[in-house]
């Protein structure tokens, strides 16, 4: 019976987390990784450094810090240290719910300031990171398939941004974006589904790259941030300096506290994705890395860190979950951080490209939550329970300014739909109680 169990478990996987893959193949495949997240990875300290309004070197600074503190993360998150680390194929970055209080932050004490807040109120994050044994229990199966559903549907508006061209563009949801995306989309499934070997585990980095390539004629490529780039940036300890502030402290904290339900929630989502079982301690350990991980992406000058959720439908696409090919996009990162000019050419690539295959990678993890709410009984209780948790979910994430009239702490923490998906999944799987569990 444990034999078939484990079986089962594996079923679909090309590769599980502990298999190494040859060298070759594990380089493409971290680097579909990076392309799928460099996006997201370099989105904030872009635009918190222009919200500041700080100068070219300082933002090109800040991007490079991010770049390679992400990479360094990243290796410590996949590989392990200690008591640090899943231990999965976890990508790591600074997420979107850091940007207000960086902004906020930086407007009075500028990046010393920023950094400053970033290690100190790591400690937040850290000491959670202890206290995820006990709250495990109330992630049953029904509450681990509502919450990996919602990373996916929540991230959904995102690729349709890109597919349409990128929020702000002028030319935003023209016919040639749309029909760039449609046929980076269909490439892809394509290739996918009808490729062998590693025409199909490769679909998305090669889907990307046809894209990169189709877009240069149509002039949609600009070389001019690769060439203005520096070759080398040599990121330093406290560059900026040290500026403690109690209040820019306390200011982060609200978003660490959100940094820790969507890592759970994540931590659960690549679990359920590379068929792992995800037990508190390893949970934990994910949530003890990004606090770690924040500590050191502020020493080198950067925001927060945290696990990414745009790369758990990549496991599910290619069926590789080795941690091993992450460990190497780590690795490559870190060197992206120390050369800009590399880290350009990726960071130019045109937004409808990242939606044709952002869509399909999106659309998974939420499939992938499904399959998973599939396999338990849905009564009226567990209906009652995904319902308004996907309402309020999907409704913060589509409709933001619901939260303006809420004070900023309790708008930080439900800023996001994943954290406020599940929240509300949580506490109604306590206050609705199972009739049938309370008549035994």
């Known amino acids: 019976m444990e034999n078939s169990s484990s079986k089962e478990l594996n079923e679909g996987l090309k590769y599980k987390v502990d298999d190494v893959l040859p060298l070759g193949v594990s380089f493409l495949l971290a680097l579909q990784h990076i392309l799928a997240a460099f996006a997201g990875i370099v989105a904030v300290p872009l635009v ?24 360094i993360t990243t290796i410590l998150q996949s590989r392990g240290l200690g008591p640090i680390g899943s231990r999965v194929s976890a990508m790591m970055g600074t997420d979107f719910t850091f940007v207000n209080p960086s902004i906020s932050v930086g407007s ?19 000491i959670l990171s202890r206290f995820i044994k006990p709250l495990m229990k109330f992630f049953p199966p029904l509450i681990t398939g509502t919450v990996v559903s919602l990373i996916g549907i929540t991230l959904l508006p995102v690729s349709i ?11 935003y949801g023209s016919i040639r974006n749309l029909s760039i995306a449609l046929v980076i989309m269909l490439f892809t499934l394509f290739l996918n589904h009808f490729g062998k070997g590693i025409l199909s585990t490769a679909a998305v980095f090669i889907g990307m790259i046809f894209g990169y390539i189709v877009c240069i004629p149509l002039g949609m490529v600009n070389l001019q941030a690769v060439v203005d780039a520096p070759w080398i940036e ?12 109690l209040a820019s402290t306390l200011s982060f904290v609200p978003a660490y506290i959100v940094s820790t339900i969507g890592t759970v929630g994540i931590m659960i989502a690549i679990g359920e994705a590379s068929k792992e079982k995800i037990s508190s301690t390893r949970a934990a350990s994910g949530v003890l890395c990004d606090g770690i991980g924040s500590m050191i992406s502020g020493f080198f000058g950067a925001g927060p860190n945290t696990s990414f959720s745009q790369n758990v439908g990549l496991i599910t696409l290619t069926k590789v979950a080795s941690k091993y090919v992450m460990i ?34 999106f659309g998974l993890v939420a499939a992938q939550g499904i399959k998973t709410l599939s396999n338990i ?18 409704g913060v994430t589509v409709k933001p300014e619901i939260l303006n009239g809420l004070p900023n702490a309790i708008k930080m923490i439900l800023s996001s739909g994943i954290s406020t998906g599940t929240l509300v999944a949580v506490i109604l799987n306590i206050i609705l109680v199972d009739k049938k569990k309370g008549e035994k």
């Open 48 to 71: 918190v450094c222009s919200a500041l309004k700080f100068s070219v070197e300082e933002t090109s600074f800040m991007v490079s810090a991010t770049i390679f503190a992400s990479g």
């Open 328 to 361: 190497l996009a780590g690795i490559i990162l870190t060197v992206l951080g120390i050369f800009p000019k590399l880290s350009a050419l990726i960071s130019v690539m045109p937004q409808p490209v990242l939606g044709g295959v952002g869509v399909i990678m």
């Open 108 to 126: 009075k004490f500028g990046v010393a300031g920023i950094i400053t807040a970033t290690i100190t109120a790591s400690f937040v994050e850290i």
């Open 161 to 171: 941004d890109w597919a349409a061209g990128g929020v702000g563009a002028k030319d």
């Open 377 to 394: 009984h849905l009564g009226d209780r567990e209906l009652l329970i995904i319902s308004v948790s996907f309402a309020l979910g999907i």
């Open 234 to 245: 040599i990121p330093r300890f406290l560059r900026y300096g040290f500026h403690f502030d």
